[in-house]
């Protein structure tokens, strides 16, 4: 008999709010205080809503255990739109691909749910 694999614990975050605080300058400190908090309520997978970063990118937090896509915007855009998946990295191996943005407003992430 197959060992049953549980589905994964998901979770979405608005966090735009968060970005008006004075480390809001500082990326990796703004990423180790959302690892915390996924890792503090067992999420694998988050979709962040506004995280007003303006490069594409990916950003391990290794103490924590996760790793952030964000999309790509311009840097003249100030708007608070945008999304990033935070990942667990002990579930990579999992996923049939990483994500991707589609637009600067849109990321997809493939999950095999069998």
């Known amino acids: 008999m197959p060992a049953r694999v549980s589905p ?3 979770a979405a975050w608005n966090v735009g709010s968060l ?3 004075p480390w809001s300058n500082r990326p990796e400190r703004r990423m180790a205080f959302f690892a915390r ?3 503090r309520n067992k999420v694998e997978i988050a979709a962040l809503s506004e995280p007003r970063f303006f490069e594409q990118g ?4 290794v103490g924590a255990k996760y790793t952030f896509f964000w999309t790509v915007r311009p ?3 100030r708007s608070d739109a945008g999304v990033s998946f935070a990942i667990r990295n002990n579930i990579f191996g999992l996923l049939p691909c990483l994500p991707h943005s589609i ?3 849109l990321m997809s992430l493939r999950l095999p749910f069998r």
Do not use: H, M, T, V
């Open 103 to 105: 637009n600067n407003r």
């Open 58 to 61: 990916k950003l391990e937090e």
């Open 8 to 10: 994964p614990i998901l």
């Open 75 to 77: 840097k003249a855009e």
């Open 37 to 39: 908090e996924f890792a």
């Open 19 to 21: 970005f008006d605080y």
